[in-house]
């Protein structure tokens, strides 16, 4: 059960994390509109203000179900890796968790801007917005394989 619900969180993380990278990417580097479409521009070139919604929903089933499943890592990962003295490798977990909070805090007004802003007036808003998720979404993502693989490690 507990290997199911991991992989599932594993797999909305991946979704999430192609997700705000499309996003962001369109929003602070647009493809332009002339340009020879090749997978770097098509990758850039996609209406962002259609994964808001996504995105939004995809992080809180994201950080719902690491929520879930934080009980099993405490029991499974968090005090062996402490009992081998990887205590490092712990608070970089932690920071992990509390980014994930900080993310669903700013997920109110990430929802506000790209729905309600005005295009040029807010821009610099929604670019901030979106980068900080972003950088939350892939910290995370990379923290938590990282975390697993060492817990498989030892």
Not at 20 to 32: C, E, F, M, Y
Not at 128 to 149: K, Q, S
């Amino acid at each position: 059960m507990t290997l199911t619900l991991l992989i599932v969180h594993a797999l909305f993380a991946v979704v999430l994390i192609g997700a705000v990278t499309h996003q962001a990417l369109s929003l602070w580097r647009p493809a332009p509109a002339e340009a020879h479409r090749n997978l770097w521009t098509s990758f850039r070139a996609v209406r962002g203000m259609a994964y808001t919604k996504s995105i939004a929903l995809l992080y809180v089933l994201t950080v719902i179900g690491g929520g879930i499943i934080y009980p099993f890592y405490v029991l499974d990962a968090k005090k062996p890796l402490l009992n081998m003295g990887l205590e490092p490798v712990v608070g970089v977990f932690e920071i992990k968790e509390h980014l994930a909070i900080l993310g669903l805090g700013l997920l109110p007004a990430y929802l506000y801007y790209w729905a309600n802003g005005d295009a040029d007036r807010d821009l610099a808003v929604r670019r901030i917005l979106t980068l900080a998720l972003t950088v939350f979404v892939w910290w995370n993502f990379l923290v938590g394989h990282v975390v697993t693989a060492i817990r498989g490690i030892f």
